[in-house]
Nanobody, 123 residues
Framework: QVQLVESGGGLVQAGGSLRLSCAAS????????MGWFRQAPGKEREFVAT????????FYADSVKGRFTISRDNAKNTVYLQMSSLRQEDTAVYYC????????????????WGQGTQVTVSS
């Protein structure tokens, strides 16, 4: 069993930045792929970014590429999502998730999820 707790969400103006954190516990964090997803009201949960076990490989959705950066600190059992140049369309609940060894972009490929943190971008 893995427990994930996101933090760092909030209200920010368009063009601003936020850093989300996801603290993991319960298993050997460093062995697993981590991902960030988001869900806006009335929309399906969508992939944002993923990172492999040692941080050496990352992959992003086209909508956030060049603006968001995923990273991890295995010593702290934490994965981060640095978000810059935020837009109103980035407004959503952001979730972190964990899966096995291979990086995937579909939500149903992930095994454990956090409770989510709200990010609201104002004009």
């Amino acid at each position: 069993q893995v427990q994930l707790v996101e933090s760092g969400g909030g209200l920010v103006q368009a063009g601003g930045s936020l850093r989300l954190s996801c603290a993991a516990s319960g298993r050997t964090f460093s062995s697993y792929v981590m991902g960030w997803f988001r869900q806006a009201p009335g929309k399906e949960r969508e992939f944002v970014a993923t990172i492999n076990w040692n941080g050496g490989n990352t992959f992003y959705a086209d909508s956030v590429k060049g603006r968001f950066t995923i990273s991890r600190d295995n010593a702290k059992n934490t994965v981060y999502l640095q978000m810059s140049s935020l837009r109103q369309e980035d407004t959503a609940v952001y979730y972190c998730a964990v899966r096995g060894l291979l990086m995937k972009v579909t939500a149903d490929s992930y095994d454990y999820w956090g409770q989510g943190t709200q990010v609201t971008v104002s004009s």
